[in-house]
Nanobody
């Protein structure tokens, strides 16, 4: 089992910044892709950004140039630096990791979510 703990959400004014963190713990063999998703009320959960174990990144078009995803493999942690926040960025942000076990099976794990509120 892998547990994920997220932190860093909160209330910020439009144009402001927040940094989200997600740390994995438990029976970790290998963490492959790590990423952030978000879900606003009445909308489907969507990918914000993800990063491979090798550091390759992928971003939703809506956040390109404003958000930066990074990871610290030694700390089993993924970060999301969010700059120039807009009211439409407000959502619950979820961390997701793809864990590869010693038997080479893969399983997705999700964090509990952290609320990001952007005041206009």
């Amino acid at each position: 089992q892998v547990q994920l703990v997220e932190s860093g959400g909160g209330l910020v004014q439009a144009g402001g910044s927040l940094r989200l963190s997600c740390t994995a713990s438990g029976s970790i063999f290998r963490l492959n892709a790590m990423g952030w998703y978000r879900q606003a009320p009445g909308k489907q959960r969507e990918l914000v950004a993800d990063i491979t174990s090798g550091g390759s990144t992928n971003y939703a078009d809506s956040v390109k140039g404003r958000f930066t995803i990074s990871r610290d493999n030694a700390k089993n942690t993924v970060y999301l630096q969010m700059n120039a926040l807009k009211p439409e960025d407000a959502a619950v942000y979820y961390c997701k990791v793809v864990h590869r076990s010693i038997t080479l099976s893969s399983r997705n794990y999700w964090g509990q979510g952290t609320q990001v509120t952007v005041a206009s």
